[in-house]
């Protein structure tokens, strides 16, 4: 079982080692792995140590996400006009 208190989507680049992750539920949460699984890892501390940060501050926290899910996709890539 992942245990994530907030959504978690992972993006797969060019680089076939290295992922970049963000939480559309956590706002400035991001981060980069070199796995899918170090992703998750690197996330589920990274979220908790994020809020801590956020409580420390007095800023807003989130509810966690009753259900989190985790996408894992390619990254996006921006439309040039």
Not at 10 to 39: H, K, M, Q, R, V
Request: with cysteine.
């Amino acid at each position: 079982m992942i245990d994530l208190k907030y959504s978690l989507i992972i993006e797969a680049t060019a680089d076939p080692n290295f992922f970049g992750f963000f939480s559309p539920d956590l706002e400035g949460f991001t981060g980069i792995g070199n796995s899918i699984e170090d992703c998750l890892y690197k996330a589920k501390w990274g979220m908790e140590e994020h809020v801590a940060i956020l409580k420390e501050q007095k800023l807003p926290i989130p509810e966690p996400n009753p259900n989190p899910t985790v996408t894992v996709q390619n990254e996006r890539l921006e439309k040039v006009a």
